[in-house]
């Protein structure tokens, strides 16, 4: 399909419309409020254009979808644009710092809003910070990647290594195991005992030979 340039008249009509459209930023998002929800929510006060809400951080939401067991995806601030910049600005002014009400037993009765009129902001602006946002991201996981390789290298460098010295380690435990069968035994030990005790039965029978000899001659 062909995209046909837009007239003079269409491109007046919009940028008067982007001149008369105001956006207001909320810090905050309560705990499982959707990008819908916030649409709906904010219909009621004014006509509503685009609506952009930030997800977590992914190091943040693997954490909790770890550790807890909301696993749908959370978003921590958001900008709604609203075609009339004067309701946006009423709109930021009157609910800011107030509960965000409703029926009894709904889920975010008691939260409250924290949101904040940009004045002279428009939404390309918020399209570039987008791109600024994803260009550091990819940038960050580029690095996450580099260290990982460089983790996963040293892991392989260290087993190699272990196998070696593993290998070592038993073909040293083999060469000296048959020069153990003719360790000399020390003169300390039982062989030499018992080779001083034949000395000096030795001796003595020695001696007995001659004292016997001395009395047949005399």
Do not use: C
Not at 5 to 10: D, I, K, M, N, V
Not at 45 to 73: F, I, M, N
Not at 151 to 157: D, H, I, T
């Amino acid at each position: 399909q062909i995209v046909q340039p837009l007239s003079a008249e269409a491109l007046a009509e919009f940028n008067a419309a982007q001149e008369r459209a105001g956006v207001v930023y909320i810090s905050r998002i309560p705990p499982g409020m959707r990008p819908t929800k916030v649409r709906h929510l904010m219909s009621a006060y004014g006509e509503v254009g685009r609506v952009y809400l930030q997800q977590e951080d992914p190091k943040r939401a693997y954490l909790r979808r770890k550790h807890t067991s909301t696993k749908k995806a959370q978003y921590t601030e958001g900008w709604i644009e609203f075609k009339d910049k004067r309701v946006a600005r009423s709109v930021a002014d009157m609910l800011n710092a107030q509960p965000i009400g409703g029926k009894k037993g709904t889920r975010w009765r008691d939260d409250v809003w924290t949101m904040k009129y940009l004045p002279r902001f428009k939404w390309n602006m918020l399209t570039e910070q987008a791109a600024v946002h994803t260009a550091r991201l990819r940038v960050e996981l580029s690095q996450s990647r580099a260290e990982q390789r460089d983790y996963l290298r040293q892991v392989e460098l260290a087993r190699v290594l272990d196998k070696r010295a593993e290998r070592k380690r038993k073909a040293g435990d083999g060469g000296e195991a048959p020069s153990a069968k003719f360790r000399a035994v020390p003169q300390g030990g039982q062989e030499g005992k018992r080779g001083r005790a034949g000395q000096e039965r030795e001796k003595k029978n020695n001696s007995t030979d001659i004292s016997s000899v001395f009395k047949n001659v005399f």
